[in-house]
């Protein structure tokens, strides 16, 4: 009796890591088609669901994650611009500018320093990314030396169109040459 649970039990879980391993596989390969499908525009690579290039000479990451609740698992895309670190953090999010999103549902600039925000609102930097879905953010990470556009997304496949990803990385790019004058 001992033997045959042992050999269900081994069964059962060779079993498991071979879907696994196939669903694995299956995802990875959708994501090289629809990665492929931009990979172009800043010479990229792609595994699984993320792919890394370069666009005016900085790096470039682009990614889809998830994140799960009780009920449901939203889908997101970052794509990453990586044109170096000065200043301050700051980000351009529609919403309500007060806490926990209060107030009048409007694109606003957020930074700490009000200077650095009464530039960035001068350079016309909402007026750039109001163009962009409401369900969409873009953020400066000095730190790291990272811009950031974010949006949700209806399924995990969701990768931009090729016109579409050329235009994210023409406000990536515009956004990096305001950062450069005003971020100082």
Do not use: C
């Not at 001068?122 to 109001?130: D, H, P, T, Y």
């Amino acid at each position: 009796m001992e033997a045959i649970l042992w050999v269900v039990g081994v069964s059962v879980v060779g079993l498991i890591v071979w879907f696994i391993v196939w669903h694995t596989r299956k995802t990875n390969a959708k994501y090289a088609e629809l990665w492929g499908r931009i990979a172009g525009l800043v010479n990229g690579t792609s595994k699984g669901s993320q792919m890394i290039g370069t666009y005016m000479g900085a790096m470039v990451e682009a990614r889809i994650k998830s994140f799960s609740d009780d009920d449901e698992t939203t889908y997101y895309y970052e794509l990453s611009l990586t044109p170096g670190g000065r200043g301050q953090d700051w980000s351009v999010n529609y919403g309500g500018e007060k806490l926990l999103g209060f107030g009048e549902k409007r694109w606003h600039v957020k930074a700490k320093d009000d200077a650095l925000k009464d530039r960035l609102v001068a350079a016309r930097v909402v007026e750039l990314v109001a163009v962009r879905p409401q369900h969409s953010n873009v953020s400066y990470k000095a730190k790291r030396g990272v811009l950031v556009y974010h949006e949700t997304l209806r399924s995990g496949f969701d990768v931009p169109a090729p016109e579409e990803f050329k235009a994210q990385l023409e406000l990536l790019g515009r956004l990096a040459e305001v950062n450069r004058q005003v971020n100082i």
